[in-house]
Nanobody
Framework: QVQLVESGGDLVQAGGSLRLSCTVS???????MAWYRQAPGKRREFVAS???????NYATSVKGRFTISRDNAKSTVYLQMNSLQPVVTAVYYC??????????????WGQGTQVTVSA
């Protein structure tokens, strides 16, 4: 059973930065990894992904402000979030992503990490 553990969320003021981490209980070397978020009353949505060779992809709303990276040796994926605004307030999750189907590969999501941005 693969486990996903997200951390790094916090309450920050608008304009601030956060770095989220996601540690996976097995090797991520062969997997595309992705971040997702779910705001109150909304569906979970894609934020960013990084392939095993480091190719990245971002949701339009976060381009230029968020950066995804990965450390395969540590089985950890990061999300650097800059110039934060209240609209990004959500619970952030990670998962492995099938780049062909866009389906997530780990059935049991982690607990997520709460990001709250105050105005």
């Amino acid at each position: 059973q693969v486990q996903l553990v997200e951390s790094g969320g916090d309450l920050v003021q608008a304009g601030g930065s956060l770095r989220l981490s996601c540690t996976v209980s097995k090797s991520i070397f062969d997997f595309t990894m992705a971040w997702y978020r779910q705001a109150p009353g909304k569906r979970r949505e894609f934020v960013a992904s990084a392939t095993s060779d480091g190719t990245t992809n971002y949701a339009t709303s976060v381009k230029g402000r968020f950066t995804i990276s990965r450390d395969n040796a540590k089985s950890t994926v990061y999300l650097q979030m800059n110039s934060l605004q209240p609209v990004v307030t959500a619970v952030y999750y990670c998962n492995a992503l099938d780049p062909h189907t866009w389906l997530t590969e780990v059935p049991d999501w982690g607990q997520g990490t709460q990001v709250t941005v105050s105005a």
